[in-house]
């Protein structure tokens, strides 16, 4: 039941853009805190002043949960031809590349679960930004769900050739080289 409220509440969130409070249904004291929130007085071990260097309700709403993920590709549509040149976009982009965030199951195979939810980055954004997000999600809801979080088509586009030779010489200036001189 938590981990459908929590996903409720995780989903309106996400959609309205807005600050959302997750409050705990079950909480006996509905002063409109935050669970571990109530004051001194609930016998949280958080308090600025204890010294017993232990939280007795840490992580008790989040369960450990093995996450795996992987970064996969759906083939998308031929889109139309350049107007210009005329030209085709290469197969190899012509693709919808996604985060799929689920149970880690080891080396069986994924569970079935109730519900996949798709996530969009924002505009100017990538999927990294939704990593958190995503596998919590998947936490929270203890398998139940898989989330994919859709990538943006033009980070396919990216020229990433400059950064990965300076990876690989161990020298950040074969990527200045690269971008701003135009040496290859």
């Given at each position: 039941?938590?981990?459908?409220?929590?996903?409720?509440?995780?989903?309106?969130?996400?959609?309205?853009?807005?600050?959302?409070?997750?409050?705990?249904?079950?909480?006996?004291?509905?002063?409109?805190?935050?669970?571990?929130?109530?004051?001194?007085?609930?016998?949280?071990?958080?308090?600025?002043?204890?010294?017993a260097g232990t939280d007795d309700?840490?992580?008790?709403?989040?369960?450990?949960?093995?996450?795996?993920?992987?970064?996969?590709?759906?083939?998308?549509?031929?889109?139309?031809?350049?107007?210009?040149?005329?030209?085709?976009?290469?197969?190899?982009?012509?693709?919808?590349?996604?985060?799929?965030?689920?149970?880690?199951?080891?080396?069986?195979?994924?569970?079935?679960?109730?519900?996949?939810?798709?996530?969009?980055?924002?505009?100017?954004?990538?999927a990294n930004s939704l990593v958190?997000?995503?596998?919590?999600?998947?936490?929270?809801?203890?398998?139940?769900?898989?989330?994919?979080?859709?990538?943006?088509?033009?980070?396919?586009?990216?020229d990433l050739h400059g950064f990965?030779?300076?990876?690989?010489?161990?020298?950040?200036?074969?990527?200045?080289?690269?971008?701003?001189?135009?040496?290859?």
């Open positions: 039941m938590k981990a459908r409220f929590f996903l409720l509440a995780m989903a309106a969130f996400l959609l309205a853009g807005s600050a959302a409070c997750v409050c705990n249904p079950d909480d006996a004291s509905d002063d409109g805190a935050v669970d571990g929130d109530d004051g001194p007085e609930d016998g949280d071990d958080d308090a600025p002043d204890d010294d309700d840490a992580d008790d709403d989040v369960p450990s949960f093995p996450v795996t993920w992987e970064y996969r590709y759906l083939d998308g549509g031929v889109p139309a031809k350049n107007p210009l040149t005329g030209t085709n976009t290469p197969k190899e982009y012509n693709k919808i590349p996604y985060y799929r965030f689920r149970a880690d199951t080891l080396d069986d195979p994924p569970r079935p679960v109730h519900a996949v939810l798709i996530l969009l980055p924002g505009f100017t954004v990538g958190y997000t995503a596998k919590s999600l998947v936490e929270m809801s203890e398998g139940g769900v898989e989330v994919w979080v859709v990538d943006r088509r033009h980070h396919l586009l990216e990965y030779a300076a990876e690989e010489a161990g020298d950040p200036r074969l990527a200045y080289k690269y971008y701003y001189r135009g040496k290859k």
